[in-house]
C-alpha cells in the first residue's frame, strides 16, 4: 500500500530520561498537507513517545492532533480532532470531523500485520446530521483490511431506527479479478434523505424515501458500477412527486444513465443515455426530455432559485464528446415566476421560446418581469459551445427600470439598452446601462465578503517563474479578445452608505458614510488592449 503525500512538517521536542527508558516530548505542525484527494491547511497537536532502549520495535505513545481547513470528497471539512495511544504496530483511535452542518465519531484501531496487511477496526461510528444521528449498532464492529492485493470490507452497517446503510463485500486492486469473491455493495434501505438534503444545501429543499444499491465488481483500476435508487414519496421545495429515480452504471470508460422524475399531474422528466469517463472520447448521447406543468419540481436541482412554478415542455439531445459536444432541441417556458434568495428578488412571467440546432442557442422569444412589473427582453443567436473562433454572437438585451436586487445589502433597479455582436471569442458589446435606482449599504458587504481581520501577512517576495520558451501558447480569454462601448448613466440617484465601518477585530474605525453619486462612465476597450 502506497500513500504518496505532500506538506510541510515542523516539530520541536526534548528527549529526556535514561538510556533505558527515554521519553519525547513536543508539539507538531503540518501545514499543506495533500494526499490523493484529502487536503488539508493545517494541523497542529503534541505527542509524547517512549522508545526503550531506542528499538522501534518497543515504542509506545500517545498523541493529541487537531486540524482546520479539511477538504474530502469534494466536501470541506472545517475541523477534526484526533487522539491515538499506540505502539509499533498498532494504534488505538478516537477521533471527530466536522462538517458546516454535520459531524463523524468514530473509535477504532489500526494494526499492522506481516505481508504488508493493514486493518482497521472500527468499534463505534456515528454519523450526526441535522436533527438526527447514524450509528453502529450495539455491540458490533467492522473490519476494514487492505493487503497488498486486495481491499475487504467486513459490513460496515449505520442505522437509524429502520433506516439502514451497509457497505460490504471486497475487490481486487488490479486486474484480472476473482468474479467469485470480487464484489463491493453499498445498499440503502428507508432512508430518509431529507438530512441528508439539509446537510449539503443548507435547507430542507427534498424530501422522500431513498432505496438503492450500488454494486461495484471487476478490479479497482477497471471497476464495473451499476446502481438502482429510488426515492419515493417524497416533495420537492414542499411540492409533492411520486418518484424519481433509476439506474446508473459504468463499464470500459462509459457511464450509462436512465433516471426519470413522475410528479403525477406536474408532469414528468427523464434524463437518458451515455456519457464517456474521457472528456475527449466520443460515445456522448444523453436526451433530456421535460413535460412539466410545476417547474417547481425540480428547482433543487437548479440551485439558486426558489418557489418556482409555471411549465416547461421540450426536448434536448446532446451529442459527440464531453469537450466538443453537440446539442440540438427546443424548449418552451410558459408562464415561470421564482425567487433569488441570494438578491432578495422574485421574478414572474417568464415566457421563452428556445431553440438550439447545431450547439447554436436561438433566443426567438424571452421576456421576463420583476416584481414591479417591469420587463426585461432578450433575442437573438449565441452558439455557447464553440470551441473556436467562429462561433458568432448577435444578441439584443432590453430593460427598462429592471430590478437586480432588494436586500439587505441594497437596493439596484437599471435600465438596459445592450447589443452584442461578433463572435464569442471576440464579442462586441455596445450601448447603454443607466442606473435608475442604486442604493448600497457598504458594512453589510464589508461584513459578507472581507475577511474577519484587517491585517495581511506579508508573505516574502518570490521571483516570477522562469518562462519556458517551448510551452504551448495561452489561448486569449474572452475579455482580452472583447470589444466594449457602454455608457454607465448615473443620475445623481446612486446612494452609497454605512455605519460604524470597520472590519472584524480591525484596529481603525472609519466611521460611517453617506455618499451620493452621478455622473456618466464611458467604458470602451479595443479588442486586445
Known amino acids: 500500500?502506497?500513500?504518496?503525500?505532500?506538506?510541510?512538517?515542523?516539530?520541536?521536542?526534548?528527549?529526556?530520561?535514561?538510556?533505558?527508558?527515554?521519553?519525547?516530548?513536543?508539539?507538531?505542525?503540518?501545514?499543506?498537507?495533500?494526499?490523493?484527494?484529502?487536503?488539508?491547511?493545517?494541523?497542529?497537536?503534541?505527542?509524547?513517545?517512549?522508545?526503550?532502549?531506542?528499538?522501534?520495535?518497543?515504542?509506545?505513545?500517545?498523541?493529541?492532533?487537531?486540524?482546520?481547513?479539511?477538504?474530502a470528497g469534494g466536501q470541506q471539512w472545517p475541523r477534526a480532532a484526533v487522539k491515538a495511544t499506540f505502539d509499533a504496530d498498532s494504534a488505538d483511535i478516537v477521533g471527530t470531523i466536522e462538517h458546516e452542518r454535520a459531524a463523524i465519531d468514530l473509535a477504532g484501531a489500526v494494526t499492522m500485520q506481516p505481508e504488508d496487511v493493514v486493518e482497521v477496526f472500527a468499534t463505534a461510528l456515528t454519523l450526526r446530521l441535522p436533527g438526527e444521528e447514524w450509528s453502529m449498532l450495539a455491540g458490533a464492529r467492522s473490519l476494514l483490511r487492505v493487503d497488498p492485493l486486495r481491499l475487504t470490507v467486513d459490513r460496515l452497517e449505520l442505522a437509524k431506527g429502520t433506516e439502514r446503510l451497509v457497505l460490504a463485500g471486497g475487490l481486487s486492486f488490479t486486474a484480472p479479478s476473482d468474479p467469485a469473491r470480487d464484489q463491493l455493495r453499498v445498499d440503502a434501505t428507508a432512508v430518509s434523505v431529507a438530512p441528508f438534503v439539509t446537510t449539503f444545501l443548507g435547507e430542507e429543499r427534498v424530501t422522500g424515501t431513498l432505496n438503492g444499491s450500488v454494486v461495484v465488481t471487476g478490479a479497482l483500476d477497471d471497476p464495473l458500477v451499476k446502481g438502482t435508487f429510488a426515492v419515493t414519496e417524497g416533495t420537492a421545495d414542499k411540492i409533492p412527486f411520486t418518484s424519481v429515480g433509476g439506474t446508473v452504471a459504468m463499464s470500459a470508460g462509459i457511464t450509462t444513465m436512465d433516471i426519470s422524475l413522475d410528479a403525477g399531474e406536474r408532469g414528468t422528466a427523464s434524463i437518458t443515455g451515455t456519457v464517456p469517463v474521457d472528456t475527449e472520447a466520443g460515445g456522448l448521447d444523453v436526451t433530456i426530455v421535460a413535460a412539466l406543468k410545476d417547474v417547481g419540481v425540480v428547482a433543487p436541482a437548479i440551485g439558486y432559485i426558489s418557489n418556482a412554478s409555471g411549465t416547461a415542455n421540450g426536448t434536448v439531445r446532446v451529442t459527440g464528446s464531453i469537450a466538443s459536444p453537440a446539442v440540438n432541441g427546443d424548449m418552451a417556458l410558459t408562464g415561470i415566476q421564482f425567487e433569488v434568495p441570494e438578491t432578495g428578488v422574485s421574478y414572474r412571467n417568464l415566457n421563452a421560446t428556445l431553440r438550439v440546432a447545431d450547439s447554436i442557442l436561438i433566443v426567438e422569444r424571452f421576456t421576463m418581469e420583476d416584481e414591479d412589473g417591469s420587463v426585461l427582453r432578450v433575442n437573438g443567436r449565441l452558439d455557447v459551445l464553440t470551441r473556436d473562433s467562429a462561433g458568432d454572437v448577435d444578441l439584443r438585451i432590453v430593460s427598462s427600470d429592471f430590478k437586480l436586487l432588494g436586500n439587505q445589502f441594497g437596493d439596484l433597479s437599471v435600465s438596459l439598452d445592450l447589443t452584442g455582436a461578433g463572435t464569442v471569442t471576440a464579442p462586441q458589446l455596445i450601448g447603454a446601462i443607466t442606473i435608475e435606482r442604486g442604493r448600497f449599504e457598504v458594512d453589510q458587504l464589508l461584513q459578507q465578503f472581507l475577511p474577519s481581520t484587517a491585517y495581511v501577512s506579508a508573505a516574502p517576495l518570490t521571483p516570477p517563474p522562469a518562462v519556458d520558451s517551448h510551452a504551448a501558447p495561452v489561448p486569449p480569454s474572452v475579455f482580452s479578445g472583447a470589444a466594449l462601448s457602454i455608457d454607465v448613466i448615473l443620475p445623481d440617484n446612486v446612494i452609497v452608505r454605512g455605519r460604524g465601518l470597520r472590519t472584524d477585530d480591525g484596529p481603525i474605525g472609519l466611521g460611517d458614510i453617506n455618499l451620493t453619486l452621478g455622473g456618466m462612465l464611458q467604458v470602451v476597450k479595443a479588442r486586445g488592449g
Open 1 to 71: 500500500l502506497e500513500i504518496v503525500a505532500k506538506g510541510q512538517v515542523r516539530t520541536e521536542g526534548r528527549l529526556t530520561g535514561p538510556f533505558s527508558n527515554p521519553i519525547a516530548r513536543g508539539t507538531a505542525v503540518v501545514s499543506t498537507l495533500s494526499a490523493y484527494d484529502i487536503s488539508v491547511l493545517n494541523a497542529d497537536g503534541t505527542y509524547e513517545v517512549r522508545i526503550p532502549e531506542f528499538l522501534a520495535e518497543r515504542m509506545t505513545g500517545t498523541a493529541d492532533l487537531k486540524a482546520t481547513f479539511l477538504e
